[in-house]
């Protein structure tokens, strides 16, 4: 499951929606939805992550959220070392891709801090 995926998710539950309800709504396929959803398909387009905020009435900074969210979805990620002349970014990149299906919630969650400079060790 994709951060977007789990947010999309988390909304049409809490307004009790089907997810053939949202994706009439927001002009997609209920297959496509569901897709999103479960992760199998990655970042979406601008149009349909502003069609969820609008069918939800999210505004303002929780938009902001949700688009981020959007944006940080792709579940086939490539990260690319081979110009960043630093062997430790290569070896940090293997190292996660190796491992990730072996870290919690709470690890994942503190990598998640590190990187964006909210550790506050």
């Not at 900074?61 to 002349?85: F, G, M, Q, W």
Request: with cysteine; charged share 25%; glycine share 4%.
């Amino acid at each position: 499951m994709t951060p977007f995926g789990n947010k999309l998710r988390i909304l049409r539950n809490e307004k009790n929606i089907t997810q053939k309800e949202l994706a009439r709504a927001i002009g997609v396929s209920p297959a496509y939805l569901s897709s999103l959803e479960r992760g199998n398909r990655g970042v979406p387009s601008v149009q349909i992550v502003e069609a969820v905020c609008a069918y939800f009435n999210i505004i303002w900074e929780d938009a902001d959220e949700v688009r981020k969210l959007a944006l940080l979805s792709h579940p086939k990620t490539i990260i690319n070392t081979s110009n960043l002349n630093n062997h430790k970014a290569t070896e940090l990149t293997n190292l996660l891709a190796n491992k990730i299906n072996y870290l919690n919630k709470e690890q994942i969650e503190k990598i998640i801090n590190i990187i964006e400079n909210k550790d506050s060790n």
